[in-house]
DNA sequence: CTGTTAGCGCGTTCAA
DNA sequence: TTGAACGCGCTAACAG
């Protein structure tokens, strides 16, 4: 007879009263009648049994209710099907599209999720982060900006496919999907002087990415001779309150505006709602530019418009990077340089 | 020299060219001149080594740039410092508060979180419960309702520290923080009535607890003589989308109401577009009532009433629970019921 | 197609 | 305070 591996050791113990003891392999071996590696494969790669062992062995772990532990099998295969995704925050995320469609993806191709919150402590992000890479996953999504240099250092020693997402960095450090922040401040601007508009301002939160829109904004009505744009720059994270301060700020300082241009479609919904209770008309006396495109919140304002970012495609395509990544043979790592641009709407001349 | 464990098996080896073999503790032991063991202690009980081993092992650490593989330890010590949260989405949540004072909360407490977006399909969502249980998490956080009842016994099970939030319903699996939906329901129809309105209509998402809160409404205001309560019920998620067509669902029936109660903050904000894109004024011609306080939502509009929860003192609470328990020394499992309660919050009137 | 052997990297448990 | 043995539950790699 064979020697048994492991704690349960010979058919001679007795009916193994164990405290509470988890289910292992081991356990519907015995009951399906195979070798533990047997159960193994027919879970994992059903296509290598045969068709009657690895009816037996389904019928054992369902009747054992047996649940596959993960950490071991991750740690001997050392594959963790664990894909850690960064975000700034979850409340109000103008990356929910994003990360909804990417998470679907990856659960439909058997991946789970590691979500953190990045916030706005650049310490806290990198302990974040460390604790994370611990768990070995096997990609990572980042979406809002790490901070610390010693954070980007630990995921180019990680090894492993990283996508930045919602940007088009010159210093990648990895994979890239995403747009130019620089054009849509370019486009933006463009746009609304096409329309006639002269008098720009702008709210925006102290977000990298948002500064970096505005500041190509700005640049760019400075070559059409608009030299100064008078700006309200609030703390994170994006909310209405946001919007209402800002719009407040701009006008008790006595700014005289046209057009308001916000760093996202939450704050502009803000700047809409003190427009309002001002009895300003929108786009009459005053228009609002949003941009995101957050589940159409600029719906909520007919005369609202925004540059719509396709989150959800930005999601696929991430998760596709990824998968293609994890399943690339060698090391047939094809560099990711994927622009997803972006579409400017204008609700109010349609 | 002592015997080497593990894969660098004898003395005899050559200089170990693997091909790209991942830092262990070993690695670590050798360049501080301590035993693996000490390592490990170094950083996982600081406390029980040396001050000036301590340093030798921390300044190893540094230089290697050692990540402890948790898989490993977690296989080890039977222990994830993982937790499991379950909501419907990402996208607009209600729970968004809950979840980043929870995350936060677990986050600072050594704890890492996994995230699982059930969605609207309850097949799919058993198949997410056995992967996420695969990981094996130290708890889990239930925030959306868990649809099969095969999944409940798998939690039930799993034994392990189960917190359903949002919520006091009757069979609890583990422990509960939430509020009653009923007497939510409830508040909100004595409220609207003492404020004199008569022609109620509804405008909800097809979501168990936002319907519950919807019937115990309906049938405080039969109580009260009021018969018939015109409702449209829409498919989720929330979106502005909905409560634009809610309204105009209702309206366009011939409906005449003057208060719209809205399952979410989000809905009511479309109900709101929608009135003003119909020149009705609010509350004067209708009163709205949202739900949530989703981030200050109700901001929007001066007089959007609303219930508000405080999702960020619920995540606070459901974290406190979770810990409470891992920390519990023995199985001094005291049952956990906490009734969070809700504020109606009637700015219409302030 | 199935079984055997030998770890994955760490923490538990004891002994020193 | 430190170290050695052992095994957590699983899979890679080979053998049959």
Redesign the pocket.
């Known amino acids: 007879m064979?020697?048994k591996?492991?704690?349960s050791a010979d058919p001679a113990s007795p009916p193994e009263p164990k405290k509470s003891?988890?289910l292992?392999?081991?356990d519907v071996a015995r009951v399906a009648g195979?070798?533990?590696?047997?159960v193994?494969?027919a879970l994992?790669r059903p296509d290598?049994?045969?068709e009657q062992?690895r009816e037996k062995v389904m019928t054992a772990v369902r009747k054992t209710g047996y649940v596959?532990?993960m950490l071991?099998?991750s740690?001997?295969?050392n594959k963790s099907r664990l894909v850690a995704i960064f975000l700034p925050t979850i409340a109000n995320s103008i990356f929910a599209d994003t990360v909804q469609a990417l998470m679907d993806r990856l659960t439909q191709a058997g991946y789970q999720t590691l979500l953190g919150l990045t916030g706005y402590d650049a310490e806290q992000e990198e302990k974040l982060l460390e604790a994370v890479l611990g768990r070995r996953p096997d990609g990572i999504v980042l979406t809002g900006t790490l901070h610390t240099e010693s954070s980007r250092t630990r995921l180019a020693q990680a090894g492993i496919p990283v996508v930045e997402a919602w940007d088009l960095s010159e210093d990648p450090i990895d994979m890239l999907v995403g747009f130019s922040h620089e054009k849509v401040g370019e486009a933006t601007a463009r746009h609304l002087l096409s329309k006639g508009y002269k008098r720009f301002s702008i709210v925006s939160i102290g977000d990298p990415r948002g500064l970096r829109r505005c500041n190509s904004l700005i640049a760019e009505l400075k070559q059409h001779g608009i030299d100064t744009v008078p700006m309200q720059v609030l703390a994170p994270p994006a909310t209405l309150q946001v919007g209402r301060e800002g719009l407040a700020g701009l006008l008790d300082r006595g700014v005289a505006t046209d057009v308001v241009v916000c760093s996202s479609d939450t704050v502009a919904q803000g700047v809409l709602a003190e427009a309002a209770s001002r009895g300003l008309r929108v786009p009459e006396d005053l228009a609002v530019m949003g941009f995101g495109d957050l589940s159409s919140a600029a719906q909520v304002h007919p005369a609202l418009s925004t540059v719509k970012v396709d989150g959800n495609r930005i999601g696929l395509q991430v998760a596709q990077a990824l998968l293609d990544r994890f399943n690339a043979p060698g090391d047939s790592a094809r560099p990711v340089r994927v622009d997803t641009g972006f579409t400017l709407i204008d609700r109010a001349s349609t």
């Open positions: 064979p020697k591996t492991g704690r003891a988890s292992t392999l081991i195979v070798s533990p590696m047997t193994s494969r994992s290598l049994v045969s062992t596959p532990n071991a099998g740690l001997a295969s």
